[in-house]
């Protein structure tokens, strides 16, 4: 079996990696240079990490609200020592 990837193929695979071990990266662009060497020195790649697109809007849980779906009760937190049979 042979499988043939093309260099735009090849780039997005070496981002989706770097992504995947750092994802920090996720809202960054790369710039993917593929160089092809001789002997020992082989094929590399160069990678330049350049700006960030739309940065996420972080939020802290105490902020955060939470999500609610139609026709659920809202959830409540849960706290440790509390038991839900001592309503009274």
């Keep these: 079996m042979k499988i043939h990837l093309e ?12 992504i995947s071990h750092m994802p920090d990266l996720n809202n960054r662009t790369f710039e993917i240079q593929l160089i092809a060497g001789r002997g020992d ?5 160069e990678i ?19 999500e609610t779906v139609a026709g659920e009760d809202p959830a409540v937190p849960f706290k440790f ?5 001592e309503d009274s």
């Design 81 to 85: 020592g509390e038991d839900e049979s």
């Design 48 to 66: 330049e990490i350049v700006t960030v697109h739309n940065p996420p809007n972080v939020t802290s849980e105490a902020e955060a609200e939470p």
């Design 41 to 45: 020195n082989g094929h590399r790649a």
């Design 7 to 18: 260099e735009h193929e090849l780039k997005e695979i070496i981002q989706d990696h770097l």
